[in-house]
């Protein structure tokens, strides 16, 4: 047994070595490929570490300019830039900046530092650029004032759009450093800012690092690793490019990024020592090695084991043959090898083999020869050998019951079950167990003689017992009379007619598929089961489950028994539930409504494919709930809603509805209604339930809403709402505080009546825009009148606090607007009441505001003041507002001019003309530049300027705008809002393409309304303003908004009549120029509707109205008698006839077709030709 482990063993070691090899191989490879990798890797992060720098630079820097630029932009509306107000206000920007001094310099070059110093600058580049409106950083200098090395911002500053003076600021250049992180590669990194000429203006590096005075010293001619580095390097920069190298110094390795700043011409200098990738690959590479050598010791393991498992085994299979040999002795029957020759020469029998027969093994050598085919009882030893052999064809397994002769001469019958053994060498034998049946055989013959019974039970079953032939045919070798009754055969009747054959009982188009499954179930198991169709011998069609196995019959062949039951009604009733499935599933498909269903247990959902159609992704289906929540499919606001309706429904509640918003492109408002389904047990096991899109509808109640809340000028809160907010606020808690601040526009009137309501609306707009930031997004503004407004700040207690807001209102608004030469000035006054110390409910707050306001404006407006109790209420409530005044306001001119338009278009013939005066009006009172219309081709890609108006001194663009491509403006429709409109106040806001259009004509403001045609886009009607940026208010908005789409209505009936009579005219032309007759008549009262050209040649005294029976036909008092209008009434829509036409001495073949005409009218086209050579009949 050693001897044989020996070789396994040397095999074994063997492939240990090879595998240890094959893994250093591996190990090595991944450390060359891991170092390549993580050198790619620091370039790319050093080159995003280089961005970064860049961006922080420039990002701190621009913040700098922005300052200086809003500096800049105040001193350029003030009459003198030098004075005290612009020294404080630099001075405040050097300490709010990173700035170390600020001057202002006139253009003569003498500049005024916040610190007091006076210089010239005339002489300094930045200047010299500002000077030319150019905004610019300066290289590195000298401060003239402290010799310190700087950095210039410098700005222009513009008055009335020239260049003024220069503003500047200088930063101290050793600040530029702190603006390099260093963050990155464990704080290893350098960073440069140079020249073009290798310069350095700033550096931050870490505490080893050398200051470089030039970046090129970074290099030498050997200290490079690619060729000709430094050359490379300064081409370039030199052609503004960026790039990496990897250098030598002191011996460290080192890899450089360098990239332009785009500042002047700087360019800044990453570097990070190589050892930062050599690390980490060393790291990985160790933790990768101690892997490959647990992995080895794991193998070496393995390999002891397999070694201890073969050695273990060998021993094993010595003491198993003992154990085999032991075990045949003892079994109950004899064991038996033979070969497998004609005589099955027995090689081996076991103890129990010669008790069995009573033979010896000497008797069996010197009778027998050891031929165990002698020993079988003569007349089954043909039978043995056919089954025998017909079992071998097929298979490698022998069962067979014969007879043999004992020693004692007695027969016995046995059942052998035998197998063929091939072994290694070659040889074949067959290896059995015999066992004594002959107990089991009389036992057989006692149930042989049950067999009728039996049968006589099979007939009576209900359904079929059949047992067939394995072949494709199932021949039949029994039939019970049951399967006779299903299918209406007798046994003569199924011989002859389909000989026996069962297949063809089967429904043809079923027959293949059955074979095919019955096979493939019989290769698994011996059992199997398949539903088919049969057809009976009246016609008939009948479904039958088919159930079976694979038995054995007495004759060792192998056959199906199967049982057969006739399924037709339950079929009938399952293709009925298929069928109400596939109605539910079209419903289902046909509704826009998402079903539901939700297994309560299980947590899955189901939902229809109307989810994914709707959405455009996939919805949650398991751990259904947990997950939902979890994910973003739902507003988070409406997540609580979602979880209470879940556990209302799985808690028991019969219906529950909600409604929720859920991700599309944006969150959709859904209605949700569930309905809980219960088991037997009042149990909820099901929620089923719909979504329903009620988006729109929500959203135009939100609307409704909001128009009821809102101020329609401001977009604030309007008095009654502003009135409710704070009600709900003070009386949910009375523990909370607040303020209420009721503040009036002081000289208000002013602006009105001497710049216009139209302004005084644009200042009321831009005042409540400024409110709404001054103010908390949970602070409630309102306005509660002309010039009043009102405001409740929450959560506010400190009277300090509500000073300084109270201050920093006032001054916020202290402003002035100039209109025909003076200068109107405008200011606030605020009243202040705190709850609840100066009132527990609204009422009480707005009056002691109220009280307030009145004493701050008595103390000289342009000021606040808190409610005391130390008022004068007697003269307050002398003058205290009237609340309950009616005022009957004048119709707006919205009003008039809607009336004034619908007048002009319905009165005149000519729409053309009317739209050209409409647009006059209009542009004229809203005092615009420009008003005109734009119509959409009919493929609705291009557009053409067809009606404009120009106020005076304004270019007409109609004739440049003839085709206007849509595709060169973009997706122009984005730019219109879901109301239809466009509005800019700046069209430099807008993209390239439409802003460069419309710049070209001059254009600055703009307002554009979509005519629409259905749902259809058609075109546009617009509102140009190009003096200045126009701020359009609401009423313009809402007024110019309806006088479009008043002209848009009118414009569009207007092209639809005009193609309609162009097509009438193109009938009536194709009508006149055929050669037969051809006319229309009313069907009810048969008046002409229409003569073409050709009857009129035959009837030339015929016009329309006149009676075609009397003009055409010679009729005087009745209508023909075979009119073929007749025919029509049968609901036929064209017939043919012939008559004959006495007026004209002529036959005609006649065709009729009924139709309806322009004005709705029933009428008849009748056609009439000519015909000779046919028998004539008389049309009366």
């Not at 405040?92 to 310099?105: E, F, Q």
Request: aromatic residues 10%.
């Amino acid at each position: 047994m050693v001897n044989r482990l020996k070789p396994k063993i040397l095999g074994i070691s063997i492939l240990f070595i090879i595998i240890i090899i094959l893994t250093c191989g591996a190990i090595f490879k991944f450390k060359f490929k891991l170092d390549n990798k993580l050198k790619e890797t620091t370039h790319t992060y050093l080159s995003e570490f280089t961005e970064h720098n860049i961006i922080n630079l420039k990002t701190k820097l621009s913040g700098q300019f922005d300052m200086l630029e809003s500096i800049a932009s105040f001193m350029g509306n003030l009459d003198n830039i030098n004075n005290d107000m612009m020294i404080n206000l630099m001075e405040s920007g050097v300490k709010r900046s990173s700035l170390i001094r600020m001057s202002v310099s006139t253009l003569d070059g003498k500049s005024y530092s916040n610190d007091g110093i006076i210089t010239n600058l005339k002489d300094r580049d930045y200047f010299k650029k500002a000077k030319n409106g150019e905004k610019n950083i300066s290289e590195s200098l000298k401060s003239i004032i402290d010799k310190k090395e700087i950095i210039v911002l410098a700005t222009p500053i513009y008055k009335d759009g020239k260049v003024a003076g220069v503003l500047s600021g200088a930063y101290d250049s050793t600040k530029l450093n702190e603006l390099l992180g260093l963050s990155a590669f464990d704080k290893k990194a350098h960073v440069y800012i140079a020249k073009k000429n290798g310069d350095v203006i700033a550096q931050n590096t870490n505490e080893n690092s050398k200051m470089l005075s030039c970046v090129f010293k970074l290099f030498n001619k050997d200290n490079c690793e690619e060729v000709n580095c430094l050359k490379v390097i300064k081409e370039n920069i030199k052609n503004d490019k960026s790039g990496y190298s990897n250098y030598n110094l002191d011996n460290k390795k080192f890899m450089l990024n360098y990239q332009p700043l785009g500042i002047n011409d700087w360019y800044i200098f990453s570097v990070v020592p190589s050892e930062v990738v050599y690390i980490q690959s060393d790291n990985i590479s160790y933790d990768v090695y101690i892997f490959a050598l647990e992995i080895l010791l794991v193998i070496l393991i393995f390999v002891v084991y397999i070694a201890y498992i073969i050695n273990n085994n060998t021993k094993t299979i010595i003491n198993e043959k003992e154990k085999f040999k032991a075990l045949t002795d003892n079994i109950l029957g004899g064991v038996k090898n033979c070969l497998k020759d004609k005589y099955m020469t027995m090689t081996y029998v076991s103890q129990g083999f010669l008790e069995l027969t009573g033979y010896s093994e000497e008797d069996l050598d010197v009778v027998f020869k050891n031929k165990f085919k002698n020993m079988i009882y003569k007349e089954d030893v043909d039978k043995v050998n056919s089954i025998v052999l017909n079992q071998l064809k097929r298979q490698d397994k022998i069962e067979v019951e014969y007879r043999i002769v004992k020693k004692d001469g007695s027969i016995i019958w046995v059942l052998d079950r035998s197998k063929s053994i091939k072994e290694s060498k070659g040889n074949e034998y067959i290896q059995g167990v015999l066992t004594d049946i002959t107990e089991l055989k009389k036992i057989q013959e006692e149930l042989d003689s049950k067999r009728f019974e039996i049968e006589t039970i099979n007939d009576s079953i209900v359904g079929g017992i059949v047992i067939t032939e394995i072949n494709d045919d199932f021949d039949s070798i029994y039939l019970n009379e049951g399967y006779l009754n299903m299918i209406g055969y007798t046994r003569k009747q199924l011989e002859d007619e389909l000989d026996n054959k069962l297949i063809k009982l089967i429904f043809r188009d079923d027959r293949a598929g059955m074979i095919d499954d019955i096979n493939k179930q019989l290769k698994v198991n011996d059992t199997f089961a398949c539903e088919r169709r049969v057809e009976k011998r009246d016609g008939s069609i009948i479904w039958i489950l088919l159930k079976g196995r694979k038995i054995v019959d007495e004759n060792g062949n192998s056959v199906l028994c199967s049982v057969i039951v006739d399924i037709t009604s339950a079929k009938l009733l399952e293709q009925e539930l298929k069928k109400s499935e596939e109605r539910h599933e079209i419903i289902i498909k046909q509704t826009q409504n998402i079903i539901v269903e939700w297994n309560i247990e299980k947590d899955q959902m189901s939902i229809s494919p109307n989810w994914y159609n709707k959405f455009g992704y996939d919805p949650i289906t398991e751990n259904a709930t947990k997950n939902i929540i979890k994910s973003v499919d739902i507003y988070h606001d409406d997540i609580d809603k979602f979880i209470l309706l879940t556990k209302l429904t799985s808690s028991g509640s019969e219906y529950e509805e909600c409604e929720i918003r859920l991700r599309d492109t944006t969150y959709a408002w859904f209605s949700i209604k569930a309905t809980t389904l219960f088991d037997d047990n009042g149990i909820p096991y099901k929620v089923v339930g719909s979504l329903t899109d009620i988006d729109e509808s929500k959203r135009e109640a939100e609307k409704l809403k909001e128009r009821a809340e809102k101020d329609p000028l401001t977009g604030l809160y309007n008095k009654k709402a502003s009135q409710a907010l704070i009600e709900e606020y003070i009386t949910l808690d009375k523990n909370r505080q607040g303020t209420l601040m009721i503040i009036d526009i002081d000289d208000f009137k002013g602006i009105n009546d001497n710049l216009g309501h139209l302004y005084g609306d644009a200042v009321l707009s831009e005042i409540a825009s400024d409110l709404i930031n001054l103010f908390r997004a949970s602070d409630i503004v309102g306005r509660i009148g002309g010039d009043e407004f009102i405001v409740f700040m929450k959560d506010i207690s400190e009277t300090k606090d509500i000073m300084n807001k109270a201050e920093e209102l006032v001054k916020t608004f202290e402003r002035s607007f100039v209109g025909k030469g003076y200068n109107y000035k405008i200011s606030l006054s605020v009243g202040i009441a705190r709850f609840p110390k100066d009132g527990t409910d609204y009422m009480q707050l707005f009056r002691n505001a109220d009280i307030a306001l009145y004493s701050a404006k008595g103390k000289g407006k342009n000021r606040y003041a808190l409610y005391d109790k130390k008022i004068d209420k007697v003269q307050y409530i002398a003058n205290t507002r009237n609340t309950d005044e009616n005022t009957n306001v004048a119709r707006s001119f919205k009003e008039h001019i809607t009336n004034y338009i619908f007048d002009i278009l319905y009165e005149s013939n000519n729409i053309e003309m009317a739209v050209n005066l409409i647009l006059d009006i209009v542009g004229k009172h809203f005092n615009v530049s420009r008003v005109y219309i734009f119509e959409n081709s009919d493929d609705n890609l291009y557009c053409k300027n067809t009606f404009e108006w120009c106020n005076e001194g304004i270019t007409a663009e109609i004739d440049n705008l003839k085709n206007i491509y849509y595709g060169h403006l973009g997706n122009y429709l984005l730019n219109f809002n879901a109301d239809g409109l466009f509005y800019c106040n700046d069209v430099d806001n807008l993209n390239s393409d439409l802003k460069n259009l419309l710049k070209a004509q001059g254009i600055c403001s703009i307002l554009q309304c979509k005519i629409l045609e259905g749902n259809e886009f058609r075109g546009f009607v617009g509102f140009d303003e190009c003096s200045y940026n126009r701020m359009w208010t609401s009423d313009e908005v809402d007024t110019l908004t309806f006088i479009s789409k008043t002209l848009s209505v009118f414009l569009l009936k207007m092209r639809i009549q005009s193609k309609l009579e162009e097509s009438l005219e193109v009938q009536k032309s194709v009508m006149d120029n055929m050669d037969i007759w051809a006319y229309v008549v009313d069907r009810n009262t048969y008046e002409l509707l229409f003569i073409n050209k050709k009857m009129l040649e035959s009837a030339p005294d015929t016009h329309v109205g006149d009676l075609c029976y009397k003009v055409l036909w010679n009729n005087q008092n009745k209508q023909c008698r075979k009119c073929p209008m007749s025919c029509l009434k049968d609901g036929t829509d064209t017939c043919k006839s012939f008559m004959r036409n006495k007026k004209f001495g002529v036959n005609v073949n006649i065709t009729a077709t009924a139709l309806k005409w322009f004005d709705g009218k029933d009428a008849c086209l009748i056609f009439g030709s000519e015909v000779n050579s046919v028998e004539s009949e008389a049309n009366i």
